[in-house]
């Protein structure tokens, strides 16, 4: 009968472990595994369904979850799990022992179980000692049903033919029929830059990522997750000795450059010492040629009365100031009515960027007032100012 139906106890023919050292991962026999789907809660994390799964195999197994290797496989969002376990006094301390350095440990049928294929779609596998059958009866992801069957000591390609077909009709609703040879084709994976595995099916691949690893593995949950820890502050300590290696690569490659350095700078200042008189004679010809520009682009106070000159003849200067672009006017009319329209006239002036108005006092019939006017900017180079 098929694996599904009961936990095997009695002993089977072993088939021989795959193990690929150079992807670090072992296939293991998928006659010693008990397979079965369990319903889990609508939107369920992936601990909670670990939680339900070890529920559901306390139930169904006469075995302590103690005695037991087990992995589920679920992803998110799926309706159902696909649990899977074995008996550990089934595996010899010599084939554990392949398992201490290996990132993943599995049934050989959970290499196919990530690929997903259209409802109705049966993969058998085929071992020397048994037939695998995996078949996806809903549109999901997870496969619905897997049943193992043990072929008879010598078995003839008639032997496996019947028993396939009896697998065949032991799953029903099959609409496709895909026959691979295990152990399937690794593509790509494992690796220290690659942590996924995908294995090859049917010109299509079964890719099991990273962060499923620790559920489909079959190991002990609590060592490996002090495996995974143990693995991690391995890589932290091996990236800081690396980190290490490289700062002390990195200080003596600034020694040598220093060394370069004080090398390059003493020839620099004995190179700038002996251009330093003709830099000095460069630099003072800039400075005086540079003055003068300043001097030529700076505002100029008689181009500045020029343009606020033209005023009423009511209105004397008492004084004027010119400061930068600002020229500060003081001034006295016994007109006062005309202020406002010299102001007015100043203001649509365009070479004054604004007039200011104040300090107005009268006294004895005199009117005396202070004008602020601010040329712009370009108003006064090259003669730009006009009256």
């Known amino acids: 009968m098929a694996s599904e139906t009961a936990l095997p106890t009695a002993d089977v023919p072993v088939a021989k472990v795959d193990v690929n050292p150079s992807r670090r991962y ?3 026999p998928d006659n010693r595994f008990f397979v079965r789907t369990i319903s889990v809660t609508p939107g369920a994390t992936a601990t909670e369904v670990a939680s339900q799964v070890e529920l559901a195999l306390a139930t169904l197994s ?3 979850l103690a005695q037991l290797f087990h992995g589920h496989f679920w992803r998110a969002g799926q309706s159902h799990a696909l649990i899977f376990a074995a008996f550990k006094r089934r595996f010899t301390a010599e084939e554990m022992e392949e398992w201490a350095e290996a990132d993943l440990v599995i049934p050989s049928f959970v290499s196919a179980i990530a690929w997903g294929p259209a409802p109705g779609t049966t993969v058998i596998l085929s071992e020397e000692t048994y037939l695998t059958a995996v078949h996806w009866g809903e549109s999901s992801s997870i496969p619905t049903k897997v049943v193992t ?3 008879p000591p010598e078995a003839d390609e008639a032997s496996r033919n019947r028993v396939r077909d009896e697998l065949v009709r032991a799953l029903g609703g099959s609409v496709r029929l895909v026959e691979l040879g295990l152990p399937l084709s690794l593509v790509r994976g494992g690796s220290e830059d690659d942590r996924d595995f995908e294995f090859a099916v049917d010109q299509e691949t079964a890719r099991l990522d990273a962060g499923e690893f620790d559920a489909v593995d079959v190991r002990d949950k609590e060592e490996l997750l002090a495996r995974r820890k143990s693995k991690a502050r391995d890589l932290l300590y091996w990236r800081l000795g690396l980190g290490l290696l490289t700062l002390l690569l990195l200080a003596a490659l600034t020694e040598g450059a220093l060394v370069a350095t004080k090398y390059w700078q003493q020839t620099r200042r004995e190179l700038v010492a002996r251009q330093l008189p003709e830099v000095e004679k460069v630099m003072n010809n800039h400075a005086v040629t540079r003055r003068i520009e300043q001097f030529s ?3 100029k106070p008689f181009e500045m009365i020029s ?5 009423p003849e009511s209105i004397y200067f008492l004084s004027t100031e010119a400061r930068e672009n600002v020229l500060t006017i003081e001034a006295i009319t016994r007109v ?3 202020v406002p329209a010299y102001e007015a006239a100043l203001r649509a002036h365009p070479s004054l960027a604004s007039v200011e108005l104040s300090r107005q006092g009268e006294r004895d019939g005199v009117t005396t007032f202070t004008l602020t006017v601010t040329f712009r900017p370009e108003a006064l180079r090259k003669g ?3 009256p």
């Open 26 to 28: 072992v296939l293991l």
């Open 62 to 64: 006469p075995f302590p």
């Open 149 to 151: 069957e043990t072929l």
């Open 297 to 299: 682009e700076s505002l």
């Open 307 to 311: 343009v606020v000159e033209n005023k």
């Open 336 to 338: 006062a009515s005309e």
């Open 384 to 386: 730009g100012a006009q």
